[in-house]
């Protein structure tokens, strides 16, 4: 039997990521698999910080309509900051350790999607990989953060028996120190392309959605804003996925017109796409944003709907005729001109996309190649 151990950067949950839907794809082609998807710790004394409720982690969890009996989720605790206790990421470890003893993994293999797990790639002495999917040191952190991804990260490069990453840019980036493994995003194409009825919730009348969590490393606010004010009565400006604003700033969204409807399923995105006049992509341009391979890429052209994107990576190297490319002075214009120039689903529903499965098959030549490591 085959164990294997998840550091992911996001907890286990309805909206799902790439770690998910591999997680999910490797589960479903190997019956042996097992598998302890541990999520970020809960962190009670940030979240007293915070005014908000401490939250305090989860003991193990069986998920039984992914894989009943293996596929387990767990949630640490975090109880103080690393300024206060050094141990911190060591005390982590240690947690993980006797969750993946208490299921009878033994020697899993150890798969690192958040830098901060190298402590436990040290502890347990487990065959690792570590997949990396975002350039964490370009992002907008403190310089103590930074420099403790930075040396996270160096110790992964040097030790994991096989490094993956999402995009041709962080294999341009992270591939100087090492050999790396490109194995990009995708989509699930055929559920997309099924028809579904519209969602109750979605505006009447045309719609320029976006996709994705609202997030300030990605998302142009002030462009979101301009882009709502622009559509007036003509269409409204709709926000799905998780939303990690401020409230200042989902303020300044809704009184310009846009709505912002959280987080849905992820069966329920696909009629949230399908009805939806265009698709847009209002990201700000970073050397962060640069470094990622967005899924609602390979979302939006599954459903074939057009799309008018700002010149992020992954977008403006498409290669789609129903993807237009806009800085953010004429986005607001291309936006406006798009939505009642639109046709509906499924025209245009049609063209080659990326499936999970392809990338499944990848991913699982390089777990065992760690795992064969691991006996040799």
């Known amino acids: 039997m085959t164990d294997l151990v998840v550091m992911s950067l996001e907890g286990w949950d309805d909206v799902w ?50 894989a009943p009996g293996r596929l387990f989720t767990v949630r640490p605790v975090k109880w103080l900051p690393r300024r206060v206790d050094p141990r911190t990421d060591e005390r982590l470890a240690r947690a993980v350790m006797r969750t993946a003893a208490s299921l009878g993994m033994h020697n899993p293999v150890l798969w690192i999607n958040d830098p901060g797990a190298a402590t436990l790639a040290d502890r347990s002495g487990w ?114 996925g998780p939303n990690l604003l401020a409230a200042e700033q989902v303020r300044r969204l809704t009184d310009a017109g846009a709505r912002i409807l959280g987080p849905r399923r992820r069966d329920e995105v696909i009629g949230y796409l399908q009805h939806a006049d265009v698709l847009v992509v209002p990201h700000v341009v970073t050397a ?25 990576a992954g977008f403006r190297d498409a290669v789609d005729p ?5 800085d953010s002075e004429a986005f607001v214009t291309a936006v406006v001109a798009a939505v009642p120039a639109a046709t ?17 098959e990848r991913l699982a030549e390089v777990v065992q190649r760690v795992a064969g490591d691991a006996v040799a």
């Open 17 to 66: 990521r790439r770690n998910q839907h591999l997680v999910a794809g490797l589960l479903g082609a190997d019956p042996t698999l097992r598998v302890l998807f541990v999520e970020p710790p809960a962190d009670p004394t940030h979240d007293l910080r915070s005014r908000r409720r401490p939250s305090f982690g989860r003991g193990i969890r069986d998920v039984p309509d992914v």
């Open 127 to 240: 065959p690792t990989m570590y997949d990396i999917t975002d350039d964490w040191l370009t992002a907008d952190r403190s310089a103590g953060e930074r420099e403790r991804v930075a040396a996270n990260e160096a110790g992964l490069l040097a030790t994991a028996r096989e490094v993956v990453v999402c995009s041709a840019e962080l294999r341009r980036r992270k591939g100087v120190a090492r050999p790396v493994v490109l194995i990009p995003n995708a989509v699930d194409v055929d559920a997309y392309r099924r028809p579904t009825l519209r969602p109750g919730d979605l505006p009447s009348g045309p719609v320029a959605l976006y996709l994705g969590t609202a997030h300030p490393d990605r998302l142009d606010v002030d462009l979101c804003e301009g882009t709502a004010r622009a559509l007036g009565s003509r269409g409204t400006l709709t926000l799905v």
């Open 288 to 312: 962060f944003t640069d470094s990622l391979d967005p899924i609602k890429l390979y979302e939006y052209q599954a459903v074939g709907r057009p799309v008018v994107s700002t010149p992020v």
């Open 322 to 326: 129903r993807i237009t490319i806009a």
């Open 344 to 360: 509906a689903f499924p025209d245009g529903a049609d063209g080659e996309v990326a499936s999970w499965s392809e990338r499944v």
